[in-house]
Structures are given as C-alpha cells and as structure tokens.
C-alpha cells in the first residue's frame, strides 16, 4: 500500500531586513578603529545622517525656508489661539462665541463638554507661538553656537553609553575617541570643526539629559 504523500510544511514569509544606513568609508573606518561592530557603525551612519540634515537647515535656502515655516505658524497659532479667546471670554453676542457653540454642539452635543479641551489647545498655541519666536532668533545664532554639533554629541555620549565605551575628553596629545569621531562626523556633513570646539561640545553635553541612542 503505498504511503501518504508528506504534507507540505508552508514556509513563512521572510521578513523584509531594514536596509543599513549609508556610511562615507572615511567615517566607517574612523567608527571601526573605536569599535568594530556593525550596530556601532550604523548608530554613527544614524548621527552622521542626522548632523548632515541639521548643518543643511542651518544654512543657505534651507534655513530662510526653514524661518518663514515658522514665521507662518507662529502667525496662524497667535490667531487661532485669539479667536479661541474672543470664543470662551468674550461676549455672549460675538461672532466667534457662536461659532464656537456651533461646532462643539456638533462635536459633542453640547458647546460646554467642548470648552476645557478648547482651553488647553488655547493655552499649547500661546506657548508654542512664543517657542517659534525664540526658535526663530535662535536660528540667527552664529560662531560658537553649532547646534548640528550639539545634537550630535548629544547622540553620540548615548551611543557610547548603550555601547559601553567611555566617553573621555583628553587622551594624551592627541584628540580622544570621541573627539575624533564627532570631529569625523561634522566633517563627514562638509563642516569643519576643530577638537578643541569638539571637546567644548562634549563637556557642555554632558550637562543635561541625555537622549535615545540614534539609529
């Protein structure tokens, strides 16, 4: 008698890899001389990725686009957050008033269930309004000041926290580890940045909490 065909084991699909970050060869083997292993390569590819967009915004086009984006919010959120004014404080006959009861009454059945929600997001828009202020003045910022840098140590003293390497700042005469790869990652973004501004970075870092590890 013969026997049963074998029944066919369905193979699960293979899941789709995440297609490793792009990393210069200078910068890779500046990564590998610190530590060769491929997930610390790709956290730099991720800082040197992330410092490249950020120098970009800083400068030239991509920054006057990058304040006139903000210029724009900060002008609709300091509006918005008017008429939410005028609609919760203002005359029961305003315009606004109305308009408010007529959309919460249709939101909620009621314009009161809509008022402390209104309140709140009234309150975020005055706060955020006056960060895109600030934003703005800072992006005007030159000299020391290098905020693609800061960001970058910032991920970099996580990266080699999570990799359990030490973050020192002197090294004998020469530049330490983690000076010379934020030093290779500003360069990397085609920005020229001394060690010495590179260690500065690195220690002011040093002083606040530390983000995620970049990826």
Do not use: C
């Amino acid at each position: 008698m013969p026997k049963p065909a074998a029944k066919s084991k369905a193979r699960k699909p293979a899941l789709a890899s995440k297609a490793p970050i792009k990393i210069a060869k200078r910068l890779e083997a500046v990564a590998r001389e610190i530590k060769d292993a491929d997930e610390f390569v790709e956290h730099v590819a991720g800082l040197a990725n992330r410092y490249r967009r950020e120098h970009s915004l800083a400068s030239g086009d991509a920054q006057a686009e990058l304040r006139q984006s903000l210029r724009n919010f900060q002008k609709h959120a300091s509006a918005l957050a008017e008429w939410l004014q005028e609609a919760n404080s203002g005359k029961a006959s305003a315009i606004e008033r109305k308009a408010f009861d007529a959309v919460g009454t249709k939101l909620y059945g009621s314009p009161v269930l809509a008022r402390p929600q209104s309140v709140q997001a009234m309150e975020w828009l005055v706060r955020a309004a006056r960060t895109a202020d600030e934003t703005i003045a800072g992006l005007k910022r030159t000299g020391a000041d290098n905020p693609p840098l800061r960001i970058a140590a910032e991920g970099l003293r996580a990266t080699f926290e999570h990799h359990k390497l030490k973050v020192a700042l002197v090294s004998g005469e020469q530049p330490s580890d983690a000076v010379r790869l934020l030093v290779a990652i500003a360069r990397d973004a085609g920005d020229e940045v001394e060690p010495n501004l590179a260690k500065i970075t690195l220690r002011d870092v040093n002083r606040r909490p530390e983000p995620h590890v970049a990826s």
